[in-house]
């Protein structure tokens, strides 16, 4: 075991403190990873404040992880020493279903085990990427292309395979109508995946204050959720809505938008039980649906799509003693468009 210095939350909605945690040493097939940037997603939050359930104290956030591999096990073979690597929201699945067969490990049967609040099959609890190290099996890293560089990449590893995932899913690109409900961390990767894709793009934001940011990403629209006429402007328009909030929503409002056999995709995850009329569904066949992140290969796909278009998160750099300051302001979507985390100040 080596010990090294993390941020993590001692208790349900205690603010995240300097601390020291124990990693295991690389095994046969495991990759030690020096953690050069992590950001901070909004289910850092969730979890650090219990608001999806109770969680696993003291808590070490952190699944946007990117950094440089410092050590190898015996046995593995995808990296070498030096390599610029990733990990997200997944260290481990049973490998062995049909959904881990098919690559599609993030639906894993027994269920993934999560880069952090989750116990991994040695039976201890998983640490974060706000932690100055980390290891996992080389089957759950990937590879950060050249062409990204490692702050612009690490939200990729939740944000943007989260985003690009149903994108891809339901064939996001040229001819086909993509709506974009919030511009915040997940919302402006969707924005500019979506663009990429060749999708006609739009963004539906509460107001304004955001138009010339959603336009210079890559939209084509942008529409004010406040203004009721933009229901009626907007009213079977889209064939893919993407919901990147996790505030509860007016689903028939949105679901009103959609044309024939269009699909609501809801990414975000309310910590509060939303409410839905089934008639909403019934005009035009229309679809509501989820989406999770994405699997291994998947991931490794986004990362070379958005290296190769350009593509990376737009990030406010901040210092480990900001993280709880960051914390807040994510709360007031005060950030443009993601914190991440310098681990050099650890």
């Not at 998160?313 to 985390?341: G, P, Q, T």
Request: proline residues 5%.
């Amino acid at each position: 075991m080596s010990t090294v210095t993390a941020y993590a939350a001692p208790a349900a909605k205690a603010p995240l403190e300097r601390t020291t945690i124990e990693r295991r040493p690389a095994g046969q097939r495991d990759v030690l990873i020096d953690i050069a940037f992590v950001g901070i997603c909004h289910s850092d939050i969730h979890q650090a404040r219990e608001g999806w359930g109770q969680a696993i104290f003291p808590m070490v956030p952190g699944h946007e992880i990117a950094g440089v591999v410092a050590g190898t096990g015996p046995g593995v073979t995808r990296f070498e020493v030096g390599d610029r690597v990733g990990v997200g929201c997944m260290v481990d699945t049973c490998r062995v279903c049909d959904n881990c067969r098919a690559g599609l490990e993030q639906y894993c049967v027994e269920g993934p085990v999560w880069t952090y609040n989750a116990v991994g099959k040695d039976g201890r609890p998983t640490y974060g990427g706000y932690a100055q190290q980390i290891v996992v099996d080389e089957n759950y890293v990937v590879r950060i292309p050249d062409g990204l560089s490692l702050d612009v990449a690490a939200p990729l590893l939740c944000a943007g395979i989260t985003t690009y995932s149903p994108l891809r899913h339901w064939n996001a690109g040229p001819g086909r109508r993509v709506a974009v409900v919030g511009l915040g961390g997940l919302g402006h990767v969707a924005v500019k995946l979506a663009h990429a894709l060749g999708a006609e793009v739009t963004v539906l934001s509460q107001s304004l204050r955001k138009k010339d940011d959603g336009l210079r990403l890559g939209a084509d629209h942008y529409y004010a959720t406040g203004d009721p006429r933009t229901f009626e402007v907007a009213a079977g328009r889209f064939d893919l809505v993407l919901n990147t909030v996790s505030a509860p929503l007016d689903f028939a409002a949105y679901l009103s938008l959609l044309r024939t056999d269009g699909t609501l995709v809801n990414l975000g995850l309310p910590e509060e039980p939303v409410e839905l009329t089934l008639q909403a569904l019934s005009g035009n066949r229309r679809s509501l649906s989820s989406s999770g992140i994405g699997g291994i290969a998947e991931t490794q796909e986004m990362l070379d799509f958005c290296a190769a278009h350009g593509v990376g998160a737009e990030i406010e750099l901040i210092r480990a003693d900001e993280i709880n300051d960051a914390y807040e302001r994510v709360l007031r979507s005060d950030v443009r468009y993601r914190f991440v985390i310098d681990n050099a100040t650890l």
